[in-house]
């Protein structure tokens, strides 16, 4: 009893001490668990939800890469296969053949016979076609056989390079651009997300889904231009520059690897510096006339909306022609890096293809036995056809949106090297199996893998207004 009373003394003594010191230990408590704890578990969550905010941009993102990557497979034989047709290099090479087989007219005309090694020079089942279609005035082939064999060499050169080089151009800007207007959708688009989950009301949350549905696929349509007018123009260009560059080369020419890729590169480095506006205003419809001329086109019942400054679509191309203009932004370097890649590609796959030609060429005893090893050969020189032979092989490449195929060349002869290559180009150059699901391309896939590409992308798409 004297601990009990003791303790109610003490409790007497000290009442005001003990309430004040009560009541400051569960001040306390409740601040640290109301700023201090709640505080702690408030930034967790909100870590947390960042991290699964930045997790779907990245999947976002990744998944928008891919898109493009696959909208450029569907789209390369509708772009590529224009440009085939427009350089006749096929016909061309057709005439060429013919005139290789062509006997010095007789004053007597005798049966045709066959030679004693089993062929006919003049009269076999393919030139007997290729005839009749030369008889025919409405032919393409007969503006080509009224022109001499010097002269079909040289459009042959002139058209295989110019075919190349434009192929390069068209793949580059369309799948620049693509990427472009991918991006800047697709960040819109996950803005706009955003904002909804947010519970904030955003200005677009009045346009009709399907309206804005229809406004963003003709946005994406504006490639028309590229795809129908833009690579016409940009190709009229690169041959003008390829007639001056390679004037006095003949196919017969013996030039090295490196020389061939330095002329390419300075038709490149001509293109780039001096007609950079033309470039880019062909890449998209950067001037109004044009644009006009490809909503038309595309989808005219939108006509009225590039009249009016605060449409979605008249915004769309605002954002993607201040981006394409902008210097700051780099995008005509991309475009150009782009180019230059596709170009490097092409002369390493030439290097290969000629040094297996001339390893071929060593083994059946054509070449010396002294020949150089295949290590030394792209130091070797080679004649300008052996060039045009293996361009007509990389332009099927260049066309094919499926995985394409190890071909090997063992030709001896140039025109016949040339008509075996193209050969495999024949309806321009696309895979006849439609069953096929899409591959890639081995120019489409490196262009797609560089990290500066995905840079520029990333910096599209994060650009959150």
């Given at each position: 009893?004297?601990?009990?009373?003791?303790?109610?003394?003490?409790?007497?003594?000290?009442?005001?001490?003990?309430?004040?010191?009560?009541?400051?230990?569960?001040?306390?408590?409740?601040?640290?668990?109301?700023?201090?704890?709640?505080?702690?578990?408030?930034?967790?969550?909100?870590?947390?939800?960042?991290?699964?905010?930045?997790?779907?941009?990245?999947?976002?993102?990744?998944?928008?890469?891919?898109?493009?990557?696959?909208?450029?497979?569907?789209?390369?034989?509708?772009?590529?296969?224009?440009?085939?047709?427009?350089?006749?290099?096929?016909?061309?090479?057709?005439?060429?053949?013919?005139?290789?087989?062509?006997?010095?007219?007789?004053?007597?005309?005798?049966?045709?016979?066959?030679?004693?090694?089993?062929?006919?020079?003049?009269?076999?089942?393919?030139?007997?076609?290729?005839?009749?279609?030369?008889?025919?005035?409405?032919?393409?082939?007969?503006?080509?056989?009224?022109?001499?064999?010097?002269?079909?060499?040289?459009?042959?050169?002139?058209?295989?390079?110019?075919?190349?080089?434009?192929?390069?151009?068209?793949?580059?800007?369309?799948?620049?651009?693509?990427?472009?207007?991918?991006?800047?959708?697709?960040?819109?688009?996950?803005?706009?997300?955003?904002?909804?989950?947010?519970?904030?009301?955003?200005p677009n949350n009045d346009i009709d889904p399907h309206e804005n549905y229809i406004i963003e696929q003709s946005?994406?349509?504006?490639?028309?231009?590229?795809?129908?007018?833009?690579?016409?123009?940009?190709?009229?260009?690169?041959?003008?520059?390829?007639?001056?560059?390679?004037?006095?080369?003949?196919?017969?020419?013996?030039?090295?690897?490196?020389?061939?890729?330095?002329?390419?590169?300075?038709?490149?480095?001509?293109?780039?510096?001096?007609?950079?506006?033309?470039?880019?205003?062909?890449?998209?419809?950067?001037?109004?006339?044009?644009?006009?001329?490809?909503?038309?086109?595309?989808?005219?019942?939108?006509?009225?909306?590039?009249?009016?400054?605060?449409?979605?679509?008249?915004?769309?191309?605002?954002?993607?022609?201040?981006?394409?203009?902008?210097?700051?932004?780099?995008?005509?370097?991309?475009?150009?890096?782009?180019?230059?890649?596709?170009?490097?590609?092409?002369?390493?796959?030439?290097?290969?293809?000629?040094?297996?030609?001339?390893?071929?060429?060593?083994?059946?005893?054509?070449?010396?036995?002294?020949?150089?090893?295949?290590?030394?050969?792209?130091?070797?020189?080679?004649?300008?056809?052996?060039?045009?032979?293996?361009?007509?092989?990389?332009?099927?490449?260049?066309?094919?949106?499926?995985?394409?195929?190890?071909?090997?060349?063992?030709?001896?002869?140039?025109?016949?090297?040339?008509?075996?290559?193209?050969?495999?180009?024949?309806?321009?150059?696309?895979?006849?199996?439609?069953?096929?699901?899409?591959?890639?391309?081995?120019?489409?896939?490196?262009?797609?893998?560089?990290?500066?590409?995905?840079?520029?992308?990333?910096?599209?798409?994060?650009?959150?207004?």
């Open positions: 009893m004297a601990i009990f009373s003791s303790l109610a003394g003490f409790f007497q003594r000290n009442k005001r001490r003990i309430f004040i010191t009560s009541a400051v230990t569960l001040s306390v408590y409740l601040i640290v668990n109301e700023f201090v704890i709640k505080k702690f578990r408030n930034y967790q969550n909100a870590l947390r939800q960042e991290l699964m905010f930045k997790q779907q941009i990245k999947q976002r993102f990744i998944q928008t890469q891919q898109d493009c990557y696959y909208t450029i497979l569907a789209l390369l034989p509708v772009l590529a296969g224009p440009i085939i047709d427009a350089s006749p290099v096929e016909l061309i090479t057709q005439a060429l053949k013919l005139k290789k087989g062509q006997q010095p007219p007789q004053n007597v005309p005798a049966p045709a016979q066959a030679a004693p090694n089993g062929h006919n020079s003049e009269l076999t089942a393919d030139n007997l076609n290729l005839l009749d279609n030369n008889n025919n005035p409405e032919s393409k082939l007969s503006f080509y056989m009224n022109k001499s064999k010097v002269e079909l060499w040289d459009l042959l050169k002139i058209k295989t390079i110019t075919r190349t080089l434009t192929l390069m151009y068209a793949t580059s800007g369309l799948l620049l651009v693509t990427r472009l207007q991918l991006n800047i959708l697709a960040r819109r688009s996950y803005l706009e997300s955003a904002i909804l989950m947010a519970g904030v009301k955003h946005y994406l349509s504006l490639s028309w231009w590229l795809l129908n007018k833009g690579w016409v123009n940009i190709s009229s260009l690169i041959e003008a520059i390829v007639v001056n560059k390679f004037e006095k080369i003949t196919p017969k020419t013996e030039i090295g690897l490196v020389e061939f890729e330095v002329i390419l590169s300075d038709i490149i480095g001509e293109i780039n510096t001096n007609n950079k506006e033309l470039i880019l205003a062909n890449l998209f419809p950067i001037n109004y006339p044009d644009l006009l001329e490809t909503v038309l086109n595309t989808n005219p019942d939108l006509i009225h909306h590039l009249d009016i400054p605060d449409s979605n679509l008249t915004k769309l191309i605002n954002e993607t022609n201040s981006i394409m203009l902008d210097n700051n932004l780099y995008f005509f370097d991309l475009f150009n890096s782009l180019v230059m890649t596709d170009l490097h590609i092409l002369t390493t796959n030439l290097s290969t293809s000629l040094a297996n030609t001339s390893n071929s060429l060593v083994m059946s005893g054509t070449l010396p036995e002294k020949s150089p090893k295949i290590t030394e050969i792209p130091i070797r020189t080679f004649k300008l056809a052996s060039f045009l032979a293996q361009l007509s092989v990389q332009n099927g490449i260049m066309a094919n949106n499926n995985e394409p195929r190890d071909e090997e060349e063992n030709d001896e002869d140039d025109i016949e090297n040339i008509l075996n290559n193209l050969n495999n180009m024949q309806g321009g150059g696309m895979s006849s199996n439609s069953s096929d699901e899409l591959a890639g391309n081995a120019y489409i896939n490196t262009l797609h893998k560089l990290d500066e590409l995905d840079d520029f992308s990333a910096g599209i798409y994060s650009n959150f207004e």
